[in-house]
Nanobody, 120 residues
């Protein structure tokens, strides 16, 4: 079955770094765009970063631009989110999402999330 398993979250002080990973299985990872979302307590889920299926295009939310890098390894069926210069407002549960849309139909898969807490 389809699985997306995030890892790499944890507790970090402001200014620190974390590298999130999302390992995929059960579908053809290399043809899906991959996205990282986050959701802080009491807030709506926010799109953080997107990478296309080949890795040729990446986009970031303004809130993380310049501090985060999304990447993927299609040979390992894994997508990453490197986050630097972390701030308390980055505290959230981070989710990876696989997305593909063809001929008006789309498939979307979600992981269970990994908690990132930035505290001073």
């Amino acid at each position: 079955q389809v699985q997306l398993v995030e890892s790499g979250g944890g507790l970090v002080q402001p200014g620190g770094s974390l590298r999130l990973s999302c390992a995929a299985s059960g579908f053809t990872f290399s043809i899906y765009d991959m996205k990282w979302y986050r959701q802080a307590p009491g807030k709506e889920r926010e799109l953080v970063a997107t990478i296309t299926s080949t890795g040729g295009s990446r986009n970031y939310a303004d809130s993380v631009k310049g501090r985060s890098t999304i990447s993927r390894d299609n040979a390992k069926n894994t997508v990453y989110l490197q986050m630097n210069s972390l701030k308390p407002e980055d505290t959230a549960v981070y989710y990876c999402n696989a997305w593909r849309s063809t001929f008006g139909r789309h498939n979307s898969y979600w992981g269970q999330g990994t908690q990132v807490t930035v505290f001073s």
